[in-house]
Structure formats: C-alpha cells, structure tokens
C-alpha cells in the first residue's frame, strides 16, 4: 500500500481562490479585510513566518499590517500597541507572533486582544466557544488539519481519532474539533504508556508532539489517515515531521508530507479568519464552508 498523498500546497491554492472572490464581494461593500501582525525581537523564523502572512494576504486583495517591535519592548507597551489596533476599524484581525520575549507574559497579551479580532484563536472566549461546538475563530493549525481531512474525502464522524500531543496551540483544540465532528477521540503524550498500541487503534493519527519521526510506521493503523503536524529541523539542515513519512505512507491510506502539508494550510485558515472577521463587521454572510466542521 502507497498512501495518498494530503497536499497542502493545492489544497489552499484552492481555498485562497475561493477567499480572494469573498475579499471582492467585501471591497464591493467598502470594506477591505485587514490583518495587523505584531512581532516583538528579531527571531529569524518568526521574521520569514511573518512575511508570508503578509504576502498571503495582499495576493488575495487583503491588506496586511506588520508591526515590528524592538526586543526591548515592555509588556505595558505591547498591551498599549495592542488596544490601539483593538480601536481600529480598518482592522479585522490581530495576531501577536509567538514566541514573545521573557520578560513579556504572553497569556496577558493574548487576552488583550480584543475577542472580535483574535484569528488565532487564543483568546479564553473562543477557547470557551470551540468547547460548546461554536467558534468563530478556531485556531489555524487544528483548523487546516480539519479542512483537509474534509476536503480529502476522510469521514471523521463515527471514526477513531489518536491526537498524539497536548498543546493548548495544537492538540488540545485538534482533540476538541474532532469531538464536535463526531469523532472518538483519545490524547496522548509523550510519556503515554504503550503510545504505539494506542495509535494502532486510530483511523485518523494526529502528531503534534515536536519529536522528529516519532510515529514510526508499524504504529498506524493499515488504511489510517495520518496527519503530521509536526516540523522539525534534523542535524543535516533537511526539515522532518513528527511522522517518519518513509515508512508511514506504505501503512497509511493518506499521509501529509512535511513540508507542503499543514504548513500552508495554517496560513491558509488565518486568512479564512480574518476574513469571517470583516464580513461579520459588513454584516454579510460568512460561507457555511467555512464553519461547519467546528
């Protein structure tokens, strides 16, 4: 068995023609969706990451703010840069780019955003309404996990679902989402006692844990949808999954590849956020596409 291939390049080629019709109808209404990105230091991927949220925007006729902090900056004034943005109304979308500085308490700025403009998701409102089965903003990378299952054809209602990691950015909403999709869903870790037997069990695999090629293949299930969000640089400079892909797609029945897998479609549902954002301000409807899968 070859597995097939989950392409998140096409995959949000796709979604992005889709969002740039959605950001006409919007420019139609005088409303041109923004996004403001706030980056604090002078992390190298963080920087790269950044730029391609701006990038991703303009190329569907949104318009993108990066605001660029020294390192240096103190909480209040990032709380007081944040409540500026919050006033906005060319604004739809703030994000602050993790990770932040030490001396910052990133829980505190994240729940300075303002509910209506959190497309991250992070905000303790939308983590309530992601409980309940009703976000307006879902968390991107669980989100473009979501989306490709859906787009690929892979029924998560009545299916099995492993989510291998705990994070509050991945696993924890991953596991949530795949609940309200009707999914039985078992999280583990790291440190899960007999991990492999547990995720044998699974028509559709989740790594999210950050350990390069932990999921070996003799520990998915034949036929398993495996979904690795993992990304990770090895020694030789070559980037990897959580997945060991090599051996997982001659078990798998589907299989994202690292990179072009859930990379870009966590752009991708940035987008689709800040998006809902600003047809919520004009008062339009958002595509029901978009929302019902959480």
């Not at 990032?78 to 932040?100: K, S, T, W």
């Not at 490709?148 to 989402?177: C, D, F, Q, W, Y």
């Not at 479609?265 to 929302?291: F, P, V």
Request: charged content about 20%; glycine content about 10%; some cysteine.
């Amino acid at each position: 068995m070859t597995a097939k291939l989950i392409d998140g390049v096409q995959i949000s080629k796709e979604l992005r023609a889709e969002f740039q019709i959605r950001a006409s109808r919007l420019r139609a209404a005088g409303i041109v969706p923004g996004l403001a990105v706030i980056i604090v230091g002078e992390d190298p991927a963080s920087r790269i990451y950044v730029r391609n949220k701006a990038k991703a925007c303009e190329a569907i006729g949104m318009h993108s703010e990066v605001h660029a902090l020294p390192q240096t900056t103190s909480q209040a004034e990032l709380l007081d840069y944040i409540a500026r943005l919050n006033g906005n109304p060319a604004i739809h979308g703030v994000l602050v780019q993790l990770p932040l500085p030490r001396h910052i308490d990133g829980r505190a700025v994240l729940e300075a955003i303002s509910v209506d403009k959190d497309v991250d998701g992070f905000h303790f409102c939308n983590v309530g309404q992601l409980i309940v089965g009703d976000a307006m903003f879902p968390p991107c990378t669980p989100y473009g996990c979501m989306k490709m299952l859906e787009h690929s054809g892979i029924a998560v209602e009545g299916s099995r679902a492993v989510v291998v990691g705990r994070s509050t950015i991945v696993g924890k909403p991953m596991a949530l989402m795949l609940i309200n999709a009707g999914a039985t869903v078992t999280v583990c870790n790291s440190k899960t006692r007999d991990l492999a037997e547990i995720t044998r069990s699974a028509d559709i695999l989740v790594a999210a844990v950050g350990k390069p090629k932990m999921i070996t293949g003799d520990m998915i299930k034949p036929g398993a949808a495996v979904i690795d969000v993992g990304i990770n640089r090895l020694p030789d400079g070559t980037l990897c999954g959580d997945v060991d892909f090599a051996a997982a797609k001659e078990v798998a029945g589907w299989i994202t590849p690292v990179p072009g897998g859930v990379g870009p479609m966590t752009i991708t549902m940035l987008l689709s956020n800040t998006l809902k954002g600003a047809e919520r301000t004009a008062g339009l409807r958002t595509s029901m596409a978009d929302t019902r899968i959480v």
